[in-house]
């Protein structure tokens, strides 16, 4: 077995160990998240391959991201339970994505567009989710005036956008467009919602949910497959949770 194809495995166990020591040393964890922030970089550098456009350091922001917003929103958590639980998602979201990284450089008999799309989806959502509910909870939990907080997701808000739409023989700059008009539209709706009496959980599944709508279609209209059977499925998909979600806010707060 490949030294790089060893590291895959063993990278996402090290960021697990390293997450345990928040049980006896809770100040720990952003100890930790820098340790880790440098060992995914150091991956995905280990990793690159010749031969392919994609830079090998926009393939670091998916990943870092998801520790950043993930490790903020631990922190605003008491049970040790769904902590644990994070921790874990973490693991697997780390391990489904470098392996699928190892194969895009190193094995491409093995690698499948199709799994990398539906991990960057899945990690997209859950970054937004994570950096919405960061950006509601740590106001209201520090009481912040909310644009530091708010330019901050501003950031990852623009940079993940670019990551989910970087299609590799897309033209950049239609990339860069379409990524800037989503972070302002989904910007918007995410003011709006620090407005409202929601959990901040509700509010970030919300934000979630119409940044999973906007991207989507994104994606595939960059792609020029974009129809109307399938701009009716996402709208169905998207409102149907938003309206799931809303009704039951009451029982979620």
């Known amino acids: 077995m490949k030294f790089s194809r060893l590291a895959t495995i063993i990278y996402p166990i090290i960021i697990w160990l390293l997450s345990q020591a928040y049980f ?11 340790i880790s922030v440098l060992l995914t970089i150091a991956l ?11 830079p090998w350091w ?36 780390l391990f489904s994505y470098f392996k699928s990284l190892y194969y895009f450089w190193s094995r491409p008999d093995l690698y499948k567009d199709e799994d990398n799309t539906v991990i960057k989806a899945y990690g997209s959502f859950l970054v937004i989710f994570f950096a919405a509910a960061d950006l ?13 907080i708010f330019l901050i997701f501003l950031i990852i808000l623009l940079a993940i956008s670019y990551v989910n739409l970087d ?18 539209l989904i910007a918007e709706t995410a003011l709006v919602f620090i407005f409202l009496p929601l959990s901040y959980n509700v509010s970030a599944l919300s934000v979630g949910i119409i940044y999973y709508l906007f991207i989507n279609m994104t994606r595939l209209y960059l792609q020029k497959a974009l129809t109307s059977k399938k ?12 309206a799931i979600l809303l009704l039951t806010a009451r029982w979620l707060n």
């Open 24 to 34: 006896i040393w809770p100040e720990f964890l952003y100890l930790a998240l820098g």
């Open 44 to 54: 995905t550098f280990l990793l690159k391959q010749p031969g392919r456009e994609v």
């Open 58 to 93: 926009l393939l670091t922001i998916l990943p870092i991201g998801f520790l950043v917003t993930i490790t903020a929103y631990i922190s605003l958590q008491s049970n040790m339970i769904l902590v644990q639980l994070l921790f874990l998602a973490s693991l697997i979201f």
């Open 136 to 148: 509601y909870g740590l106001q209201s939990l520090l009481g912040l005036t909310v644009w530091p």
């Open 167 to 184: 299609l590799e023989h897309s033209d950049k700059k239609n990339i860069w467009q379409f990524s800037i008009i989503n972070t302002l």
């Open 231 to 242: 701009i009716k499925l996402y709208l169905i998909i998207s409102y149907a949770g938003l």
